[in-house]
């Protein structure tokens, strides 16, 4: 009787530690699987529509501030906040973008060179944000692809004589190039960033995209008599170097006003146009 209830007693003693070990079991899990469905958790529609973070969140991760880069010297977030995005809309926006883009200039040209305008594009629509938005946040990739947009129309200007249809392919050019600046005269959209990655990529076409005479890449199969002294032609050496020239001195000058802590309106009054353009549906706020 007595072992009977001993054993009695061991049973729910089991009982119990196998019930505890499961409890915890499952609130490990529940506490898991919480912090994950956390972090993708988006802020409430009214306060981002585009299904992201909070901006204090984008702040902490690297988003460009002019305050932060400007009195608290962090200077990265001019690289960093090309690889943040304001949410799910807008990074897929962005991808689409750079993969009807980026596919065709990479297939041309080589990963490695794109990527190098890819990236100073981003750096480059960053600091001319910096020097007209200096109260609010900005993230995205939009100036590294307006970038591409910009070494695409140069890259056509300069390597002019071996493309047909010219013509169209630059009028199509344009008109996307147009139509995407347009759409950065509307409200919170960062305008300043497209416009300094287009520059910026538009330079860097002529630098690093000129193809070579064809005289010169057939140069094997000519008769021995025939030489091409030169690999580029010599508006192409022009154009290139008169790009290097403005790209090093816009960089340095737009770097040193920002450390500076200028602002952009004081040296020009009318460049609130170019971001926004107030009218009876919207306004803009100042920046």
Known sequence: MRGGDIESRGEKDRGRNYASAYAVEDHRDTTWIS????????????????FGPSSSTLQRLGALEWK????????????????????????????????????????????????????????????????????????????????????????????????????????????????NLAVGILPHVDNFAHIGGFLTGFLL?????PHPQLGWMERQNRPAGVRVNSKYKGYQYVLGLLSLMLL?????????????????????????????????????DGN
């Open 68 to 179: 932060k880069v400007v009195h608290q010297h962090q200077g990265w977030r001019l690289i960093t906040c090309i690889w943040l995005h304001a949410g799910v809309i807008h990074l897929i926006a962005n991808m689409l973008s750079l993969v009807i883009i980026g596919i065709r200039l990479e297939q041309q040209c080589g990963f490695v060179r794109i990527g190098i305008i890819y990236l100073f594009s981003g750096v480059g629509g960053s600091i001319l944000s910096s020097l007209f938005i200096q109260r609010s946040i900005s993230v995205g990739a939009s100036g590294a692809l307006f970038g591409l947009l910009g070494a695409m129309l140069s890259e056509l200007i300069t390597n002019w004589s071996i493309y047909t249809n010219k013509v169209c392919a630059l009028l199509t050019l344009l008109v996307i190039v147009v139509i």
């Open 205 to 209: 076409g002529f630098i690093l995209l």
């Open 35 to 50: 912090w994950f469905l956390g972090r993708f958790s988006f802020q409430p529609l009214r306060e981002n529509p585009l």
């Open 248 to 284: 090093v001195a816009g960089f340095i000058v737009g770097l040193v006003m920002l450390f500076r802590g200028a602002n952009g309106y004081d040296h020009c009054h009318w460049c609130h146009y170019l971001s926004c353009v107030p009218t009876s549906k919207w306004k803009c």
